[in-house]
């Protein structure tokens, strides 16, 4: 039984963020994600709330796959960049769902929680790297971390097509170790 | 008569773009366009046609309007890039209309013609500024474009602000001398 509510919990997660992915959060319809799911709605509501509430548990989810597959190395930012290149190559979704959070969504304190602790962490693994002197201190940490993950995922849109994604990740990684390389 | 009938495409203009930038394309609503521009709504078919026509002339304007404000300087990216920044700041709506139009109609062949054509020309002028020996040839054209405006826009969602717009705009202006400056 409670085996069973975990599969379907797996089920509603896996069809929201199809749903969400495609839709954004207004255009979202709670009963195409019960129907994809092979679930009832109400089981929605029951495990996780409305659907901000279900939008929230299927980004946070995201987020900490892509921190746990996609770790950050301050020692080696151009490769970091290259992997969470790659990473938007193969799951699309995650993006396309920051992109409607900050559309619908934005404004200060708005970022759930997984995105507020995985960029602190983030600022803290570049500052420390900085301080020991094993990479440019030219810019401040989160600076450098905007920089870093802004160039990453540049092409997530259709105004950065890139022609080839071999040449996009060349671009990326040799922008990057130019940004963090010391000055000379 | 015809004196009005501009007056009135201008309010109707105006309203669309604040409707859109807030809602997106499908979120918008044709009557509400029509309530706060004064203006009878069988106009907007009639000046404009659907819905979806309105967003691309609105989208259209803008465009013409930033190539027009903020000409690209091949031989001065990092100043060119400063400016977008500004122009992100003073007019918020341009990136929020191009990020609505990637989610809800992006794919191949989607852009509206004003981004191609603005786009074949800026990719034409840093090429040849790279020919000429002005700037790098370490990134291709087309490449350095998307690094310059990306980095630019940096900070156009919640997932990149700015603690403090002029050191994102110091950021900005570091990293895209960074990017053309000639190998030594």
């Known amino acids: ?3 069973d509510a975990g599969e379907t919990k797996r089920r509603l997660l896996e069809a929201a ?3 969400f992915a495609e839709r954004g959060i207004a255009g979202a319809r709670v009963d195409r ?3 994809a799911a092979s679930a009832n ?3 929605i509501y029951s495990y996780f709330g409305n659907k ?3 939008f929230d548990a299927v980004f946070n989810a995201l987020v900490v796959d892509t921190v746990r597959d996609v770790p950050i190395d301050p020692d080696d930012l151009p490769g970091y960049a290259g992997r969470l ?3 938007s190559q193969t799951h699309p979704e995650i993006l396309r769902l920051a992109l ?3 559309l619908e969504r934005g404004g200060a304190g708005s970022l759930p929680d997984a995105v507020v602790t995985a960029n602190a962490e983030k600022v803290a693994a570049i500052a420390q790297a900085q301080e020991a002197g094993r990479i440019s201190r030219r810019f401040p940490a989160g600076e450098l971390l905007v920089l870093v993950v802004g160039i990453a995922t540049l092409g997530a849109t259709e105004f950065a097509p890139a022609p080839d994604p071999a040449v996009r990740r060349r671009t990326i990684i040799e922008a990057v170790e130019l940004l963090t390389k010391d000055e000379t």
């Open 1 to 3: 039984m409670a085996r």
């Open 17 to 19: 963020t199809s749903e």
């Open 33 to 35: 994600i019960a129907a």
């Open 41 to 43: 709605k109400a089981l």
């Open 52 to 54: 901000e509430d279900l």
């Open 85 to 87: 290149f790659d990473r």
């Open 100 to 102: 409607w959070h900050s």
